[in-house]
């Protein structure tokens, strides 16, 4: 069965304090893996598109990786404003096209 | 630019009633589709477009009706509603299977 998991559930970071989430997931094969950012009350707000392992791509303080198995988004010397819910999202090939598979996210939260 | 607007932003039903929750989008994408996001789970899927005229059922579609009549407004109707139906409901658009969504702000339903 075709399934995301992403760990921490939360992570509470000072400052500047850098570290990483992960998004593991299980497809037959990946067509893509997608990164978005929701800030309560909001909509998720769509960050990276990944298509093969080894690629990267960066924005700001964020960095997305891609292995066989997981991704990893980087957050380097985070400020009070990235606070917010990371949700990874997988496309598989051979299912629908547009049905993306989601992880139940990870709660980000830097004290200033 | 206005995106994705979705109204309204909040709605109280009693069970069995019906509503349509309306979704609009002027980016002239001609992906759409319906996801629910409940608590410790991740955004599923309901229903999607990928055009005027064409609409597919996602992973929960029971209970749930669209129409695409066309490309910029895509609404969602719940038939009779059930306590099971409360949730948050986000309509998303994007050019392609393989492109970013963009979300709009959500409806937070709530079926007594």
Redesign the interface.
């Known amino acids: 069965e075709d399934q995301?998991t992403q760990s921490p559930e939360a992570l509470r970071l000072q400052e500047g304090e850098s570290s990483s989430l992960n998004c593991s997931y299980t497809v037959s094969g990946l067509?893509?893996l997608?990164w978005?950012r929701q800030d309560p009350?909001?909509?998720?707000?769509?960050?990276f598109?990944l298509y093969s392992a080894g690629e990267e791509k960066e924005k700001e303080r964020l960095k997305a990786t891609l292995t066989k198995k997981e991704s990893f988004l980087h957050i380097t010397a985070p400020k009070p404003e990235d606070s917010a819910t990371y949700?990874c999202?997988v496309?598989a090939r051979g299912g629908?096209?547009?049905?993306?598979?989601?992880?139940?996210?990870t709660k980000l939260i830097i004290k200033p | 630019n206005a995106g994705?607007t979705q109204t309204p932003k909040f709605q109280v039903l009693k069970t069995g009633q019906s509503m349509t929750l309306q979704c609009a989008q002027d980016m002239n994408h001609e992906?759409m589709?319906w996801y629910r996001q409940d608590p410790?789970?991740?955004?599923?899927?309901i229903h999607?477009s990928?055009g005027a005229g064409i609409t597919?059922q996602?992973?929960v579609p029971n209970g749930y009706n669209v129409s695409r009549s066309t490309t910029e407004d895509f609404p969602l109707r719940l038939l009779s509603a059930a306590p099971s139906q409360t949730s948050v409901y986000?309509c998303?658009s994007s050019w392609g299977?393989?492109?970013?969504?963009?979300?709009?702000?959500?409806t937070r339903l709530t079926v007594v």
């Open positions: 995301v067509r893509g997608f978005y009350g909001k909509g998720p707000e769509f960050l598109t949700l999202a496309q629908s096209n547009y049905q993306l598979i989601w992880g139940a996210g | 994705v992906y589709s410790g789970m991740g955004l599923r899927l999607y990928v597919d996602g992973e986000f998303a299977d393989n492109y970013g969504y963009t979300f709009g702000s959500g």
